[in-house]
């Protein structure tokens, strides 16, 4: 069967430090891969896809980027880590275009 | 541009009340529609995929149904255990990216 993981579930950083969220998918092979940001109360706001290993496309211009090393890999990553990077990032997986499957999420903290 | 607008914002139910959650759409060639719940600090679980106007599904207390602009999520003698957020998400054709509503909050009191 299919899963993700996403991890770490928490993670409390200061200003300026860098960043690394990871997520796996097991059980199937060449999956569209999402990360996403959701604020307290406000929707889903895409930041990165990938349709493949090597493609990543940005969605907002900010201070993160995103990787795909492997095919069922997805990490999300900082340099410097602002204040405004704080919330609940959400990785997901998609497999022909049909419906998504998430992770359970991190919950960031910029302090 | 595909565009999802969910109704209302937030929702308040007695146990047993019955109800609906609306999800209005506009997206060229719709390939799939989604229902998603979602758990306070939690990623959203998939409930539904419908694909065509008059395709109905359901899973326990949950109907979900569709037209040509809308889906609606039929909620029937809801627990306090249904409280969760309830998203909404079309995939457009030709598009790897499917575009959510801002989902509606549902409370059920005991």
């Known amino acids: 069967s299919q899963t993700i993981h996403q991890w770490p579930a928490t993670l409390v950083q200061p200003v300026g430090s860098p960043l690394s969220l990871e997520c796996t998918v097991e059980g199937t092979s060449n999956p569209n891969l999402y990360w996403y940001r959701q604020a307290a109360g406000r929707g889903l706001q895409l930041l990165f896809y990938s349709v493949g290993i090597g493609q990543i496309s940005s969605e907002v211009p900010q201070n993160l980027s995103a990787s795909r090393p492997q095919d069922r890999q997805f990490i999300l990553s900082s340099k410097k880590l602002l204040l405004s990077d704080s919330g609940f990032y959400l990785c997901?997986?998609?497999?022909?275009?049909?419906?998504?499957?998430f992770g359970q999420g991190t919950r960031l903290t910029v302090v | 541009e595909d565009q999802v607008t969910q109704s209302p914002e937030a929702l308040r139910l007695q146990e047993g009340e019955s109800s609906s959650l609306n999800c209005s759409y506009t997206?060229?060639?719709?390939?799939?529609l989604f229902w998603y719940r979602q758990d306070p600090g939690k990623g959203p679980e998939f409930l539904f995929t419908?694909?065509?106007a008059g395709e109905e599904k359901e899973k326990e207390r949950l109907k979900a149904t569709l037209t040509k602009k809308e889906s609606f999520l039929h909620i029937t003698a809801p627990k306090p255990e249904d409280s969760a957020t309830y998203l909404c998400?079309?995939?457009?054709?030709?598009?790897?990216?499917?575009?959510f509503g801002r989902g509606t909050s549902l409370i059920v009191h005991p």
């Open positions: 998400a079309v995939q457009a054709g030709g598009s790897y990216i499917p575009t």
């Open positions: 997206v060229s060639g719709l390939r799939g």
């Open positions: 997901a997986y998609r497999v022909m275009n049909t419906e998504a499957f």
């Open positions: 419908l694909y065509s």
